[in-house]
């Protein structure tokens, strides 16, 4: 996800969702910023497939309307997409690279590409299939597999669980936070803004903070030190006239009115 926001400026989030909805793009016209938006899961490689899925929607500007229609249909842009993913999950070149000229034929060797570029089952069968590797039947069977069936198999449950830990952690837009975080520095913005942006208790954020020697920064407000106020003249000339005017006025102004 760092990878994908320092190469691209692109904003990636890791949300809570609901179980059938894995990822979606988001572009503000008028600002031109983009946010990829993915679900938390306890299934990394899908986890993976879905923001390389979502970053060739960025690059090929696959920008829609709201009213454009069924979102979930498998129209040319989310073939498109997905082709993308795997291409840069998976590529044909490193594949290559990676196995040599050997003859694949024991699942062990689809857990070994499975675990060295993190993509599931299924995106590796076909990727070895298109490489030349393995033939289609033995590309149907291997696309029916799981990674934890994998990793259990052949010694790697823990790396797995590990993975499985991190992409079921929400996550801020790495961008967006810096910049609450500037704010809260320089004293516009609460500690509140920022555990509510993490998703975390008011106190864990304020910790992290304080930890990292991060505190709002106190500015004294100028025109309100009294020392800076400029000397006024007060005239109280006629305050003075009036407190020593005689007390009878009163009394004969009262008079004066009885007799008219």
């Not at 990727?127 to 590309?139: R, V």
């Not at 934890?148 to 790697?156: Q, Y």
């Not at 555990?195 to 910790?207: D, F, N, Q, S």
Request: net charge negative; no cysteine.
């Amino acid at each position: 996800m760092a990878v994908i926001e320092q190469a691209t400026g692109v904003d990636v989030a890791v949300l809570d969702a609901g179980p059938d909805e894995h990822g979606l793009t988001m572009r503000d016209r008028r600002r031109g910023a983009v946010f990829i938006g993915v679900a938390r899961t306890r299934k990394p490689m899908r986890q993976r497939s879905t923001l390389a899925h979502e970053l060739g929607h960025v690059l090929f500007g696959d920008w829609a309307d709201n009213n454009a229609g069924n979102w979930s249909s498998r129209n040319p842009a989310e073939i498109r997409a997905d082709a993308f993913a795997r291409h840069l999950l998976i590529p044909i070149e490193g594949l290559r690279e990676f196995l040599g000229n050997q003859t694949l034929r024991a699942q062990s060797s689809l857990s070994a590409i499975v675990q060295r570029f993190l993509v599931s089952p299924k995106i590796a069968a076909i990727a070895l299939h298109q490489a030349g590797y393995i033939d289609a039947p033995t590309k149907q069977d291997w696309m029916a597999l799981t990674t934890p069936l994998l990793a259990a198999r052949f010694g790697w449950t823990d790396q797995y669980r590990a993975l499985q830990a991190d992409s079921n952690q929400q996550r801020a837009p790495q961008q967006l936070l810096a910049r609450a975080i500037r704010g809260y520095a320089e004293g516009a913005l609460s500690a509140q803004a920022i555990a509510t942006l993490r998703g975390i208790p008011l106190e864990a954020a304020k910790a992290d903070l304080s930890e990292a020697g991060v505190v709002p920064t106190e500015r004294p407000i100028a025109w309100a030190d009294p020392t800076e106020l400029p000397d006024v003249e007060v005239d109280l000339a006629a305050l003075d006239a009036d407190l020593n005017a005689p007390d009878d006025v009163d009394e004969q102004t009262e008079a004066e009115r009885q007799a008219e």
